[in-house]
């Protein structure tokens, strides 16, 4: 089996203990919870991880993933994935997320403004 850090993502070796690129101990990461590894794996180079992770997280309606999410949004330029992060937005459905899908119907153009128009017409979740 292969392992990877959880910060760096660089290659690891099953019994270590640090991560020998960054340092990051591997021992503190094994004990957060899921929601809590699900959000750092937002961070992930791998795309389809990504995805599943933003999808994941608006299933289980993880209030303390809107703000890594939003970050998440601002900073890609992949449609898919923003499309993915309206979405497990609206799942959630707290009013910072709310109000986030509210500014792209205001500010965004095409294929998103038009999916979060979408979920503001379908309203709140919660």
């Known amino acids: 089996m292969i392992f990877f850090c959880p910060i760096c993502w660089k290659e690891?070796?099953?019994?270590?203990?640090?991560?020998?690129?960054?340092?990051?101990s591997i021992a503190e990461f094994e004990n957060k919870s899921f929601e809590e590894k699900l959000i750092n794996a937002l961070r992930h180079p791998e795309r389809e991880t990504v995805h599943r992770a933003v999808y994941i997280l608006g299933k289980l309606r993880?209030?303390?993933?809107?703000?890594?999410?939003?970050?998440?949004?601002?900073?890609?330029?992949?449609?898919?994935?923003?499309?993915?992060?309206?979405?497990?937005?609206?799942?959630?459905?707290?009013?910072e997320a709310n109000e986030f899908i509210l500014k792209v119907v205001n500010s965004d153009a095409g294929m998103i403004k038009r999916i979060a128009k979408e979920l503001i017409e379908k309203g709140s979740t919660s």
């Open 62 to 95: 993880s209030i303390k993933a809107v703000k890594p999410v939003i970050g998440l949004f601002e900073q890609t330029n992949n449609t898919f994935l923003k499309i993915r992060i309206l979405s497990a937005l609206h799942e959630i459905g707290v009013p």
């Open 12 to 24: 690891i070796k099953e019994i270590d203990k640090s991560c020998p690129f960054c340092h990051a």
